[in-house]
C-alpha cells in the first residue's frame, strides 16, 4: 500500500526534547563552536582589543586636560581619567553588539542556521550560543582594558568585590545589547548591513550620555535623554562601585539609584529582545 505523497511532501526538522534543561546543554554547545571559531581566528579578537585601547589612550591624554569634572576644581587630567574609565568600558561592551550581529547575519548567509534548523535542538539554542560566546569575548576585552586603564592613571578606591559587581553590570549590559544585535543580524541580508546597523544607533546612544562628559552642560532635552540612557546609569553605576568621580548627580530616578537601574534596564532589554529575536529567527529561516 502506497502511502499519500502529502506524507512526504515535506522535510520537518526532529523536535528536541528535554525542556530548559536540554535547551541550556545545547546553547552551552553553540557557545563552544562559536569559542573555538575565536580561538581559530584569534586577528577577530586582536583587532576587536586595540580599538577599545585607542580610546582609552587618546581619550585619556587628549581630553584629560581640557574637560573639567563637577565637583573637582581645576583640570586635572587624573580626575578626568578615572572620571573616564567607566565609560569607556559601557562602550566596549556595547560596541561588541555589531559583531554579534554581523556573526549571526554571516552564519545565515553561509546557511549554518538552516544546518542547525534540521537538528534536535532548542529552537533559542542556535542565539543563546551565540551570545554567550560574545560575551566571553567581551569579558577578556573587559580584562585587558583594565589592565591598560591601570597602567595610564585609573584607580578602584572602594575595594575589589564593588569593582567586580561594577563589571559585572557592565557585561549584563553588553550581553542585553547583543541580543539587539543578534536581531538585527537576523533582519539583514549581509554581515556589512549588520555591521553598519548594529554601529549607526550606538553612536547616539553612547555620546547622548554621561559617558565621556557631564550631563550639567548638556541642552535640558538632551540632559533628560541622557538622564534615562540605559547606558548613563550603567556608567553611573560602575563609577560609583569603582569610587570614582560622578559629577554633578542628577536629580533624575535612574541616576539617583544607578545600580539598580542599570540592572533593571538590562534584564527589560534582554526579555524584550531575546524574544524579538528568537521569533525572527524562527520566521527568518523557516
Not at 568600558?89 to 549571526?104: C, D, E, L, P
Not at 552642560?217 to 569603582?242: C, E, G, I, Y
Not at 531575546?274 to 523557516?286: D, F, H, I, M, P
Given at each position: 500500500?502506497?502511502?499519500p505523497?502529502?506524507?512526504?511532501?515535506?522535510?520537518?526538522?526532529?523536535?528536541?526534547s528535554?525542556?530548559?534543561?536540554?535547551?541550556?546543554?545545547?546553547?552551552?554547545?553553540?557557545?563552544?563552536?562559536?569559542?573555538?571559531?575565536?580561538?581559530?581566528?584569534?586577528?577577530?579578537?586582536?583587532?576587536?582589543?586595540?580599538?577599545?585601547?585607542?580610546?582609552?589612550?587618546?581619550?585619556?591624554?587628549?581630553?584629560?586636560?581640557?574637560?573639567p569634572?563637577?565637583?573637582?576644581?581645576?583640570?586635572?587630567?587624573?580626575?578626568?581619567?578615572?572620571?573616564?574609565?567607566?565609560?569607556?568600558?559601557?562602550?566596549?561592551?556595547?560596541?561588541?553588539?555589531?559583531?554579534?550581529?554581523?556573526?549571526?547575519?554571516?552564519?545565515?548567509?553561509k546557511?549554518?542556521?538552516?544546518?542547525?534548523?534540521?537538528?534536535?535542538?532548542?529552537?533559542?539554542?542556535v542565539?543563546?550560543?551565540?551570545?554567550?560566546?560574545?560575551?566571553?569575548?567581551?569579558?577578556?576585552?573587559?580584562?585587558?582594558?583594565?589592565?591598560?586603564?591601570?597602567?595610564?592613571?585609573?584607580?578602584?578606591?572602594?575595594?575589589?568585590?564593588?569593582?567586580?559587581?561594577?563589571?559585572?553590570?557592565?557585561?549584563?549590559?553588553?550581553?542585553?545589547?547583543?541580543?539587539?544585535?543578534?536581531?538585527?543580524?537576523?533582519?539583514?541580508?549581509?554581515?556589512?548591513?549588520?555591521?553598519?546597523?548594529?554601529?549607526?544607533?550606538?553612536?547616539?546612544?553612547?555620546?547622548?550620555?554621561?559617558?565621556?562628559?557631564?550631563?550639567?552642560?548638556?541642552?535640558?532635552?538632551?540632559?533628560?535623554?541622557?538622564?534615562?540612557?540605559?547606558?548613563?546609569?550603567?556608567?553611573?553605576?560602575a563609577?560609583?562601585l569603582?569610587?570614582?568621580?560622578?559629577?554633578?548627580?542628577?536629580?533624575?530616578?535612574?541616576?539617583?539609584?544607578?545600580?539598580?537601574?542599570?540592572?533593571?534596564?538590562?534584564?527589560?532589554?534582554?526579555?524584550?529582545?531575546?524574544?524579538?529575536?528568537?521569533?525572527?529567527?524562527?520566521?527568518?529561516?523557516?
Amino acid at each position: 500500500m502506497t502511502a499519500p505523497a502529502e506524507t512526504f511532501s515535506h522535510s520537518r526538522a526532529p523536535r528536541p526534547s528535554g525542556g530548559p534543561a536540554q535547551a541550556a546543554r545545547d546553547s552551552l554547545v553553540v557557545a563552544k563552536r562559536n569559542l573555538i571559531r575565536m580561538v581559530r581566528i584569534p586577528e577577530v579578537v586582536i583587532f576587536g582589543l586595540i580599538q577599545p585601547i585607542m580610546f582609552v589612550v587618546l581619550f585619556s591624554y587628549v581630553f584629560g586636560g581640557a574637560i573639567p569634572v563637577p565637583g573637582h576644581p581645576g583640570n586635572d587630567p587624573s580626575v578626568y581619567r578615572e572620571y573616564l574609565m567607566a565609560g569607556i568600558f559601557a562602550q566596549t561592551v556595547t560596541f561588541a553588539t555589531a559583531g554579534a550581529g554581523a556573526g549571526i547575519a554571516d552564519d545565515m548567509h553561509k546557511g549554518l542556521i538552516d544546518r542547525f534548523r534540521s537538528l534536535p535542538m532548542s529552537r533559542g539554542a542556535v542565539l543563546t550560543g551565540r551570545t554567550l560566546a560574545d560575551l566571553v569575548q567581551t569579558a577578556l576585552t573587559v580584562l585587558v582594558l583594565v589592565v591598560v586603564a591601570v597602567i595610564v592613571g585609573w584607580r578602584i578606591h572602594d575595594g575589589f568585590p564593588k569593582a567586580l559587581a561594577a563589571i559585572g553590570l557592565l557585561l549584563l549590559l553588553g550581553y542585553a545589547f547583543s541580543w539587539i544585535g543578534a536581531l538585527i543580524g537576523l533582519s539583514v541580508r549581509t554581515p556589512e548591513a549588520a555591521t553598519s546597523g548594529g554601529l549607526i544607533w550606538l553612536f547616539p546612544l553612547t555620546f547622548v550620555s554621561n559617558a565621556f562628559v557631564p550631563t550639567s552642560n548638556m541642552p535640558a532635552f538632551l540632559r533628560h535623554v541622557a538622564d534615562w540612557n540605559p547606558f548613563s546609569a550603567t556608567v553611573q553605576a560602575a563609577r560609583q562601585l569603582f569610587g570614582n568621580p560622578r559629577g554633578a548627580v542628577s536629580h533624575a530616578w535612574p541616576m539617583e539609584h544607578p545600580a539598580l537601574a542599570s540592572l533593571l534596564w538590562s534584564l527589560l532589554i534582554i526579555a524584550v529582545f531575546r524574544t524579538l529575536a528568537v521569533r525572527k529567527y524562527r520566521s527568518a529561516t523557516a
